[in-house]
């Protein structure tokens, strides 16, 4: 058996950097529209409309409930067909990822949304503020407040589960890590330094989390 030779990677940082840069693009459009759903369902969710909460709880429950990369492969290969359209692996990856994030940060917004005291509604009322106004200036900014740990450690996971994609052909870091082992025939050193640049990344995150969670119950003086 040959020994491990690390260097063969450096032969390929340029092709790694930029798969790199696709997940992490291909990660901040998922944050940022799964973030904005996650919020509307969150509010949804609740609602006193019967229906309006119902479809949002289906909703939730369906992509929490079923293995992303099955949302991922239906999205790539069934939906293009039953809508007649095409889709390129990117769109399929952004769909996928950006609905399973709002399933998830739904639940985390609708918890920071239950913890907002009534008083806090009824004073709107009071002060006769339009319901958008209740929710971009009232709601939302201690929604946020209080949801901030759980959404990182969401946008930790999403991170994460972008190597996903790799599985429909699209050129994130995984898959020209997994293209470069098969050329190389060396996958333990290329698959490990493809495992390092995730940690390299995720773990500060989650270190930030504890941090920050600290500091917003303190805030909060909980």
Known sequence: MDSL????VLRFRDALLQGLLTTLELTLI???LGCAIGFAVGLARTSTNLLLRNLSSVYVEFFRGTPVLIQLFWIFFCLPLLLGIELSNF???VIALTLYMGAITSETFRASLKSIGREQYDACVALGLSRWTQITSVVLPQALLRAIPTLLSNCVSLFKESALVSAVGMADLMFIGSNISNNTARPVEVLTVVALIYF???FPLTRAVTVI???ILQKLAV
């Open 30 to 32: 998922c944050i940022v």
């Open 200 to 202: 390299v990344i995720a």
């Open 213 to 215: 969670e600290r500091r």
């Open 91 to 93: 769109a399929s990856g």
């Open 5 to 8: 030779d690390f260097t063969v």
